[in-house]
C-alpha cells in the first residue's frame, strides 16, 4: 500500500491540491486506527481544513509545526539524544526541500488566501475530509476522480496503545509533510517492527516496546537528514547517517533493523558507483547475518565484499573480509559434520584455510589446518592430516604458542598411530609431555603419560609402560575425577602384572615355596 501511495504523490496528473487531500485522509485514518483521543485531533484536523490550505499561487501551504503551535496540540520539546548516538557535529548544513511556506503579515496574523470561515474546533475526523474535499471541488477545476483513496491505500496495523504513540503519530505526520516520503516508511517500519515481527500471535500475546522519545527523535532527524543529503547528491554523508541508524540497532542487539539500514547504505553506494561503500555495506550485512545465524547469506555477502576488495585494492577489507569467511566456513563445516556430510564438510573447512591465508593470520592459519587435518583423519586420510599436523606445528612454534603445539603434538601422535607408525607416535607424545610439563596443563600431561605407558605396553616395555602409567595416576588423582582414578588404577594393575608375568611363570614351574609365601603372605616374587 505504501509503494501504491507513493507512486500516486509522485504522479505529474496529481496536483498538489490533491495531494494535500490526501494527506489529510492519511492522518484521519491513521487517527482512527492509532485511537489518538478527539481533543488532540479534533483541533490539529479543524487548523489544517481550516487555515492556509493554499496559498495564492496555488501551492500547497502545510506547516504542522505551525499548527502544532496554534491549537491545543502539546508541543514536542526535542533534547538532545541521551541513549540513541547524536548525528555528526560535522555534516554540512542540510537544504531540505520543505513544502512552500505559507506568507505571514509583519503584524503575525494568519494570512487567509480564501475568506475564513467559522471556526469548528471540534468537528469530527470525517467531516475535516468532507469540509476539505469540499473546499478542494470549489478551488480546482474539474479532474479525473482519484484512481484510488488513502483509506485503500493504507491499512495501517492496529496495535495496544501507550504512552509514546502519540509522539510517534506526530512525529510520523511531521515527516511526510515535510515531503520526506521514504523516511516516512523508514519510521513506520522502525516503530512498528515489533508489532510486526509478533504478527502470527493472539492480540494478548503481543507485547508493546515503548521507543524513548529522544530515540524517535534521532530517527526522525537522521533518516530526514539522509534523504535530504541523498537527494542532493552528497551520498557520503548520506551514507554516514544510514550506517549510524545500522551502528545503533547493532548496539541494542536489533539485527533485523540493522540488516535493513545496511541494506540502504548498500543502495547508496551502488547508486553512486561508491567501491569502498559497497565493500563495506557488504561485510556490515554478512556480519549482521552471522549474528541472526544466517551462515549461508553470511557467506555470500563477505564473499561479494572479499571480490570487490581485491579487485579495487582494498587490503584492509580484503583481510576483514577473510578474517569473517573463516569464522563463517568453519560454522557451516560444523554444520555439516552434524547432518553427516563429512564430504562436505571438508570442502569447507579447505575454503576455510584458503580464506585464514589470505588474512595473513598466523592464528587463524595454524587453526584452519588443525581442523582441516582432524576431518581428513576421519576420512582416513591420515598422511594428509599429517602433512597439516606439522605445518600447524611449525606454525605455533613460530608464534611460541605452547597450547597450539601441544594440539598439533597430540594430533601427530593419534595419525601416527594410525599408521602403525608406534615410534614416531611415541616421538610425538614425549614432546607433548615436555611442552605440557612447561605449560603446566595436568590433564594434557596426564593424557600424554597414558599414551606413553599404553604404547610401550604393546611394544612389551614393560618396566617404561609402569613407568609412565604410574605418572598417569598420580596426575589424575590431582585431577579429582574418580572415574579417570579407578580407570587409572585398573590399567597400572595390568602393567604391573605385566611386568612381573616371566617372574611368576618361573616360579610356578620350579618354586613351590616362594609361590606359597606369595600367596599367603604377599611375599615378593623373586625365583631363586
Not at 479532474?143 to 495501517?156: C, G, I, K, N, R
Not at 545465524?293 to 576488495?309: I, P, T, Y
Not at 564430504?343 to 584455510?353: D, F, G, I, M, S
Request: glycine residues 6%; contains cysteine; aromatic residues 8%.
Amino acid at each position: 500500500s505504501t509503494q501504491r501511495y507513493m507512486g500516486v504523490a509522485r504522479s505529474e496528473s496529481v496536483s498538489q491540491h490533491r495531494f494535500h487531500l490526501y494527506c489529510v485522509e492519511v492522518f484521519v485514518s491513521s487517527f482512527e486506527e492509532e485511537g489518538v483521543p478527539e481533543e488532540m485531533s479534533a483541533p490539529l484536523l479543524s487548523t489544517m481544513s481550516n487555515n492556509n490550505i493554499m496559498s495564492p499561487t496555488g501551492n500547497m501551504n502545510i506547516n504542522l509545526s505551525s499548527s502544532l503551535h496554534s491549537t491545543t496540540v502539546p508541543v514536542i520539546n526535542r533534547p538532545a539524544p541521551v541513549s540513541a548516538p547524536r548525528l555528526n557535529s560535522t555534516l554540512p548544513p542540510v537544504a531540505r526541500s520543505s513544502p512552500a511556506r505559507r506568507p505571514t503579515p509583519s503584524n503575525g496574523s494568519n494570512f487567509h488566501p480564501h475568506p475564513p470561515e467559522e471556526p469548528q474546533a471540534h468537528m469530527s475526523p470525517k467531516t475535516v475530509v468532507q469540509r476539505t474535499q469540499s473546499k478542494v471541488s470549489r478551488t480546482l477545476q474539474p479532474h479525473a476522480p482519484l484512481e484510488m483513496s488513502v483509506s485503500d491505500s493504507f491499512s495501517l496495523e492496529s496495535e495496544s496503545h501507550s504512552a509514546a504513540q502519540p509522539n510517534r503519530q506526530l512525529f510520523s505526520m511531521e515527516i511526510l509533510v515535510g515531503g520526506y516520503v521514504q523516511s516516512y516508511v523508514d519510521f513506520f517500519y522502525i516503530t512498528h517492527r515489533e508489532q510486526q515481527a509478533t504478527e502470527h500471535r493472539s492480540d494478548q500475546d503481543l507485547a508493546e516496546v515503548e521507543i524513548p522519545q529522544e530515540t524517535m527523535i534521532f530517527l526522525k532527524e537522521t533518516l530526514t537528514v539522509a534523504e535530504a543529503q541523498r537527494r542532493m547528491g552528497d551520498s557520503s554523508s548520506a551514507l554516514q547517517n544510514y550506517r549510524s541508524l545500522a551502528e545503533y540497532f547493532e548496539s541494542i542487539n536489533d539485527y533485523r533493523t540493522g540488516l535493513y539500514f545496511y541494506d540502504r547504505c548498500l543502495d547508496v553506494a551502488k547508486d553512486s558507483k561508491d567501491h569502498e561503500g559497497k565493500a563495506t555495506a557488504y561485510l556490515r550485512l554478512g556480519m549482521c547475518q552471522e549474528k541472526l545465524r544466517q551462515m549461508g547469506d553470511a557467506m555470500k555477502c563477505h564473499e561479494a565484499s572479499f571480490n570487490l576488495a581485491r579487485d579495487y585494492g582494498l587490503d584492509d577489507l580484503k583481510r576483514e573480509a577473510s578474517v569473517r569467511l573463516v569464522e563463517v566456513y568453519k560454522e557451516l563445516a560444523y554444520e555439516k559434520d552434524k547432518q553427516a556430510e563429512s564430504l562436505q564438510a571438508v570442502k569447507y573447512h579447505e575454503k576455510c584455510l584458503e580464506a585464514a591465508v589470505r588474512s595473513e593470520n598466523a592464528s587463524l592459519e595454524g587453526g584452519a589446518c588443525y581442523r582441516l587435518g582432524l576431518a581428513c583423519d576421519r576420512q582416513g586420510g591420515h598422511e594428509k592430516s599429517i602433512s597439516l599436523f606439522k605445518r600447524y606445528l611449525d606454525l605455533c612454534q613460530q608464534n611460541n604458542d605452547k597450547v597450539g603445539e601441544g594440539q598439533a603434538r597430540a594430533a601427530l601422535a593419534n595419525a601416527f598411530e594410525n599408521l602403525d607408525d608406534a615410534e614416531s607416535a611415541i616421538m610425538e607424545l614425549e614432546g607433548l609431555l615436555e611442552v605440557s610439563q612447561s605449560t603446566g596443563e595436568i590433564r594434557s600431561q596426564a593424557e600424554a603419560c597414558f599414551k606413553l605407558g599404553m604404547l610401550f605396553n604393546l611394544q612389551g616395555d614393560h618396566d617404561k609402560s609402569v613407568n609412565y602409567l604410574e605418572q598417569h595416576f598420580e596426575l589424575v588423582r590431582q585431577l579429582g575425577d574418580r572415574d579417570l582414578i579407578d580407570a587409572a588404577r585398573v590399567h597400572l594393575g595390568m602393567a604391573r602384572g605385566n611386568s612381573e608375568m616371566g617372574s611368576y611363570v618361573s616360579i610356578v614351574n620350579a618354586d613351590l615355596t616362594t609361590l606359597l609365601k606369595w600367596k599367603n603372605r604377599r611375599a615378593p616374587l623373586a625365583s631363586r
